[in-house]
C-alpha cells in the first residue's frame, strides 16, 4: 500500500511554469513505477508522463513533450512533473499514480495500469 499526495498546483498565466511534486508513504518508492495524468473538466482522464523505478526512462504525451519533464527522487520518495510554456489547454486537476507490478513499458501510458492515486492539484492557466 502507498499513499501519495500531490503539491504545486495554481494559478498560473500563459507561458508561465509549475512544478509539481507527489510524495509518497508506505512501501518502499523505487519499487513504483509513477505516472502524472490529468483531467479537464468534462474530459476523460489522459495521460500525461511516466518514468521507471530508477528513473532515467521516461514517457511523455505528445501535447506536452518538450514543454514538460517527470523526474524522481526515490531518496525523498518523490516525482516531479515540471512544466514549462504552459497553455490555457492545460489547465486540469493534475494526479500521480503508482504501480509496483510490471516492467516499465508504452502500457505506462494507460491508467488502468496504475493501483494507487493522489487525489490531484489544480493547475489553472489564465490566457
Known amino acids: 500500500q502507498v499513499q501519495l499526495v500531490e503539491s504545486g498546483g495554481g494559478l498560473v498565466q500563459a507561458g508561465g511554469s509549475l512544478k509539481l511534486s507527489c510524495t509518497a508513504s508506505?512501501?518502499?518508492?523505487?519499487?513504483?513505477?509513477m505516472g502524472w495524468f490529468r483531467q479537464a473538466p468534462g474530459a476523460e482522464r489522459e495521460f500525461v508522463a511516466s518514468?521507471?523505478?530508477?528513473?532515467?526512462?521516461?514517457y511523455y504525451a505528445d501535447s506536452v513533450k518538450g514543454r514538460s519533464t517527470i523526474s524522481r527522487d526515490n531518496v525523498k520518495s518523490t516525482v516531479y512533473l515540471q512544466m514549462s510554456s504552459l497553455k490555457p489547454e492545460d489547465t486540469a486537476v493534475y494526479y500521480c499514480?503508482?504501480?509496483?507490478?510490471?516492467?516499465?513499458?508504452?502500457?505506462?501510458?494507460?491508467?488502468?495500469?496504475?493501483?494507487?492515486w493522489g487525489e490531484g492539484t489544480q493547475v489553472t492557466v489564465s490566457a
Open positions: 518514468i521507471r523505478r530508477s528513473g532515467g526512462s521516461t
Open positions: 499514480a503508482a504501480t509496483p507490478r510490471g516492467l516499465f513499458n508504452i502500457g505506462t501510458t494507460l491508467a488502468t495500469t496504475y493501483d494507487y
Open positions: 508506505g512501501r518502499t518508492f523505487s519499487s513504483y513505477i
